[in-house]
Structure formats: C-alpha cells, structure tokens
C-alpha cells in the first residue's frame, strides 16, 4: 500500500497524470482497500504489484521518448475498477446468500433441537437472532455501496424488497422476545406442548423466509450473469461484424494506394475515404473499450492494439493527404493488418464467450481471479 501511495504522489507531484486518471488511481486504491475476501486480496496485491513496477523514473524516460501513453493507462484503470466492481458485488450477494442459508439452517436445528421449554434460553437464542437478522440489513445496505452503473436499479429493487422482508422477521422476532418477557415478568410458565408447537411453527416460518431470500439472491445473480453475456455476446458480434466490413474498406484503400503514382490527385478521394474508415475504427473503438469493462475474459491486448490502429490510421491519412504514395502504402497496410488482428482477437474471444455460455446452460462463464488479473 505504501509504495502504491508513493507512485501516486510522484505522478501527481510532476504532473505526469490528468486530474481524472488521478482520481481513477484513488478510485482503485480505495475500493482495493475495503475488499476483505482473502482471494480479492491476493489478487489485488498481484495488481499493486503490476502497476508499482512501473517507477516514476521509467515514466518519466517513457514520457520523454513518447513511449507512455497516458489514455491506455486511464482505460486499464478504470476497466479495473469497472471490474472490480463486479466482482465485489458478485462476492458480496455469494456472502449474502451463505447467510441467509446459514440463518435457514438455524432456525431448522433450532427446531429439531427444542425439548423441554426454557423460556430464558429462548429469549436468548430470539435476541441472537434479531442480532443477526439486523447485520443481514445492514449486509444489503452495503450493496449500493461500490455497484457499478448497469446493475444499480437491479440492486436497488432487490435490496428494497429484501429490507422489507429482514423488517417482517424483526418485527416477529420482537413481538415474541416481548411475549417471553411479558410470561417471565407475571411468573407465568410456558402453555406447555401448546406453546412448544406455536414456536416451531413460527422457526419453521423464518427458515423458509430466509431459505426463499438465499434462492431469490442466488438467482438474482444468475439473471444478472446471463443477461449481461447475452449482451456481451451480442455486442462483439456487432463489432466484428463492423470490423470485417472495415478491412474490406481498407484493404481496398490498400490495393489502390499501391497502384497509383506519387502525387497523383486520385490521393485526395482516398483520403476522404481513409477519414471515414478512421471514423467508423473510433466508435468501434469506443464500443470495444466499454465491452471490455464488461467482460473479464476481454484482453488488455486488444485496447493496446486498438491505439495502435488508430496512429496507424491517422498517419495514413496524413501520407494520403500529401499524395505520398509509398508512405500512405505502408501505414494503410499496417492499418489494415492492425484491424485484422483485432478481428481474429474479438473472434477467438465471442467463440470463448459462446462455448462457456453453452457449457454452463446460459450461465455467466466467470472467471477466476487469477485468470481476471492475467488480462489485466
């Protein structure tokens, strides 16, 4: 934490980041800091890791040999962060529901275990449990806290109709807490097998309440990991579909580049068309880094390839723009290979996506941490 603090205040001291990459930086930093699943921390430390092996004196040379390019850096933090959240969130409805299985499985030991009543040792177990169905609240409060943009109104709905029933238990709970209190208080013993049975009958109740509020979070999370792969899937389809019409276009550029004379005018209508397949790559462009926010599989190396197509477009504009035949010829031919790369990259990652989609029964085909941090 310390080196990683350390980092941060070299960039800022020397300007060597914008406002916003910076407060990306903080971002990260903070939300690293509140995630105290062991798994999270490893990974985590894996990342500082990464990103401390990058001194303030090698920014500084990359800077100077315009080797460091501080848009790739902002994307890779927050796809970071946009991951993380995810990921987070995904952690925290998983504890949520081992909770709620946990109170479920209580409250049925509690049945199969009460004999003889005992009315202070009931109390005691009501009080504990309103305890603890009080933390459960406060659990699916916290929700809300780090959720990323797409999923707020999802959580928000169910953390709405899962307070209302955590209130509905407590609400129970107090009345019998007050009804055992008010029975010690006049000396009054318990109603016998009568009493017995209306207890077990109201701890079988909260046991299936809290087992229907684990099946509802679990499912929840299930919805959400199919929806958003239908949309991932259905996302790089458009794109690649996008793409290969593009390395037509620039293929075509590439052909007729080669076999015109130097300065000739032709360069001028090539030109034009050179500025809209550019135009056409950016909102590609655009698309492919907020998809890769969404999908951990996504490989840093397709957004550092993406740039990289990008200079190699604009500087075929600009040799086509000075009719330099040669010149234009090379860079429209890196281009073109740049986006053909991308194309097989976005292929090899849809078949992916396809087959864990299919493998899983439609599920989210998540992954691993330690496969997440390998593409970060």
């Not at 504890?95 to 030991?109: G, N, V, Y």
């Not at 309103?130 to 959580?155: A, F, G, H, I, R």
């Not at 880094?289 to 190396?301: D, E, G, R, V």
């Not at 976005?346 to 299919?358: G, R, T, V």
Request: net charge negative; aromatic share 4%.
């Amino acid at each position: 934490n310390k080196k990683f603090s350390e980092l941060k205040e070299e960039l800022s001291k020397d300007n060597m980041l914008s406002e916003e990459t910076q407060k990306a930086y903080e971002e990260l930093q903070k939300l690293m800091e509140e995630i105290d699943d062991p798994e999270y921390l490893k990974a985590m430390e894996k990342l500082k890791e990464q990103l401390s092996q990058m001194n303030p004196e090698q920014m500084s040379e990359a800077i100077e040999n315009l080797e460091f390019n501080e848009k790739l850096y902002k994307e890779r933090l927050e796809r970071t962060i946009e991951l993380f959240k995810e990921l987070k969130l995904n952690s925290d409805l998983d504890k949520l529901a081992k909770s709620f299985e946990d109170m479920a499985r209580k409250e049925q030991e509690r049945q199969e275990t009460d004999g003889e009543p005992q009315t202070s040792k009931e109390q005691q177990a009501l009080e504990q449990t309103l305890k603890e169905n009080e933390q459960l609240k406060s659990q699916v409060d916290s929700l809300s806290q780090n959720t990323s943009d797409k999923n707020k109104q999802t959580v928000s709905e169910y953390q709405e109709q899962t307070k209302q029933e955590l209130e509905k238990i407590s609400e129970q709970l107090e009345k019998e807490i007050g009804e055992k209190n008010s029975g010690d208080n006049s000396g009054e013993k318990q109603e016998g097998q009568q009493g017995q049975k209306q207890d077990q009958n109201q701890q079988q109740q909260r046991q299936q309440q809290y087992q229907q509020m684990a099946e509802k979070t679990r499912s929840m999370m299930q919805s959400m990991g199919q929806q958003q792969q239908q949309i991932n899937i259905a996302g790089l389809q458009y794109i690649l579909y996008s793409l290969l019409n593009l390395s037509l276009e620039q293929e075509d550029l590439t052909t007729l580049a080669s076999a015109t004379e130097n300065r000739s005018q032709a360069y001028v209508s090539y030109a034009r068309n050179q500025r809209n397949v550019e135009g056409i790559f950016k909102a590609v462009s655009d698309s492919l880094y907020q998809l890769s926010a969404q999908i951990p599989q996504f490989s840093n190396q397709i957004n550092e390839k993406k740039l990289e197509v990008e200079k190699r477009l604009q500087r075929s504009l600009e040799q086509m723009s000075e009719r330099n035949r040669s010149q234009s010829s090379v860079a429209s031919r890196q281009a073109l290979g740049g986006i053909n790369d991308i194309a097989f990259m976005i292929a090899s990652l849809l078949e992916q996506l396809q087959n864990s989609q299919n493998s899983s029964g439609g599920g989210a085909g998540s992954m691993s941490m330690q496969q997440m941090m390998e593409q970060l």
